[in-house]
């Protein structure tokens, strides 16, 4: 499976954007690329995930650069809630059901 | 809707003595995962079922651990003979049909502690 590299640790202020950054160089032309997002004491959270283009939804936008070897995840006003770990993970596109298999993230500090 | 229901949410017990921890995905969903978390060695994937049949099951660690699906909306992790470094918090997941471009959604989890 191709792995992910993500920095341990990032931190960042309430009400400004954030950047999550995650480098695949090995990605294949189907992996999907997803996030998740673990808060203190719950269990994971989907996030975002794409293939090829730019994606938005209500938590986050995910950037993927036009290689796909390199994506991020744009949080665009950070929130003392989002503070967590957060996951980039690639997912093999091909039939039938797939795996989910996380490394060891990202963790996210915001300050007040 | 009630989500990915895990029971039971803390579980003490003594080493050598047999576990069962308990999942009910989201109805309607077919596929669902069992996660195991640590410190040392972050989330990992245990095994993961397709209507109702088990797909992977590389992630177990060794004989002592099992996991059953008899319907599609029970799903049961046990360990027999439970080891204190079983101690970890287990996490079931459960998505539509597991493909790809789907998400998964997760349990609050069981927390298990073998003394």
């Known amino acids: 499976d191709a792995k992910t590299t993500q920095p341990n640790s990032m931190e960042s202020n309430e009400e400004e954007p954030v950047h999550l950054p995650c480098n695949h160089s090995t990605i294949s032309g189907t992996d999907y690329i997803h996030w998740y997002r673990q808060l203190p004491s719950q269990g994971p959270e989907y996030v975002i995930h794409?293939?090829?283009s730019n994606v938005n939804n209500r938590m986050a936008s995910l950037a993927i650069a036009e290689d796909r070897k390199s994506s991020t995840l744009i949080l665009h006003r950070a929130t003392l809630r989002d503070a967590a770990v957060y996951y980039c993970?690639?997912?093999?596109?091909?039939?039938?059901?797939?795996?989910?298999?996380f490394g060891q993230g990202t963790r996210l500090t915001i300050n007040p | 809707d009630a989500g990915v229901i895990q029971s039971p949410r803390h579980e003490v017990t003594e080493m050598g003595q047999e576990v069962t921890l308990r999942c009910k995905p989201i109805s309607g969903h077919n596929s669902l995962f069992w996660y195991r978390q640590t410190m040392m060695r972050g989330l990992e994937l245990l095994i993961y079922f397709n209507n109702n049949v088990p797909i992977d099951d590389s992630g177990m660690p060794e004989d002592r651990f099992s996991a059953k699906m008899p319907n599609a909306s029970f799903s049961t992790l046990k360990i027999q003979p439970s080891e204190p470094r079983d101690s970890a918090v287990y996490f079931c997941a459960s998505s539509s049909q597991g493909l790809t471009n789907e998400k998964l959604f997760f349990g609050s989890g069981t927390q298990l502690s073998v003394l």
């Open positions: 794409g293939l090829t």
């Open positions: 993970i690639l997912r093999r596109g091909i039939q039938g059901a797939q795996k989910l298999v």
